[in-house]
């Protein structure tokens, strides 16, 4: 079946400091890759995506390269600011199953 | 920009009672789902609905549960007697799917609906 593993958090760091949130997955078939972000309070929204081997997925300064040789997903950012506190949640889609989550990574970012 | 919106934003019920979430999907989507979430914890999968029938669903979803399309715009999940353990946050999702092999679109979310079952 489908399953995503996430790196446990929370992920505390200062501003402008570089962010990596490791993803990796297991599929049946050839899956579709999505970062997902849930902001205090909110719903969740699609931050970026990643539909074959070697696409990078891009949003907001955040990017995710899609290596199915290491079945990975890493989301990384340069430079995070306070505005990206959030829970992230990496997600697969295979066919036209429903999304697959992670358990989903806290960010704290500190000013 | 077209969105799925969910009512009620927060429902408070007492334990053995129905409730029924209500969802309606962006328009021209053709998938659509219920997914949960208990408070701080990962998202779960319970339903996806395709061509007015259930095309997948979760082990969490079980006989206290179903799911509706009363009209073209609707989309309702029922919990038939909540329990305790049904407080969580329930998020209404759609996708739309292409023709042929072109698969694995994302998923659009509504807000959500928290349920608290007292």
């Known amino acids: 079946g489908n399953s995503v593993t996430q790196m446990e958090g929370p992920v505390t760091l200062s501003e402008e400091a570089f962010l990596t949130i490791n993803c990796t997955y297991t599929?049946?078939?050839?899956?579709?890759l999505f970062w997902y972000v849930q902001y205090p309070g909110e719903g969740l929204q699609l931050l970026l995506k990643?539909?074959?081997?070697?696409d990078k997925g891009s949003n907001k300064g955040f990017e995710a390269t899609y290596r199915k040789e290491t079945t990975s997903f890493h989301l990384e950012k340069g430079s995070v600011q306070v505005s990206d506190s959030a829970v992230y949640f990496c997600a697969l889609r295979t066919g036209r199953r429903a999304l697959t989550f992670g358990s989903g990574t806290r960010l704290q970012v500190q000013p | 920009e077209p969105e799925v919106t969910q009512t009620p934003s927060h429902q408070v019920t007492q334990m053995g009672q129905e409730v029924i979430l209500r969802c309606v999907p962006i328009s021209n989507h053709l998938y659509f789902y219920w997914y949960r979430q208990i408070l701080g914890q990962k998202v779960e999968f319970l339903v996806s609905f395709y061509n007015n029938e259930i095309s997948e669903k979760s082990e969490i979803f079980d006989d206290q549960f179903s799911v509706e399309r009363p009209d073209g715009s609707n989309f309702t999940l029922k919990i038939r007697s909540t329990k305790l353990e049904d407080s969580a946050m329930y998020f209404c999702?759609?996708?739309?799917?292409?023709?042929?092999?072109?698969?694995?679109?994302?998923?659009?979310f509504g807000q959500g609906t928290r349920l608290t079952v007292v």
């Open positions: 999702a759609s996708s739309e799917n292409g023709a042929g092999s072109s698969l694995n679109t994302e998923a659009f």
């Open positions: 599929a049946t078939g050839y899956p579709s």
């Open positions: 990643a539909t074959k081997a070697d």
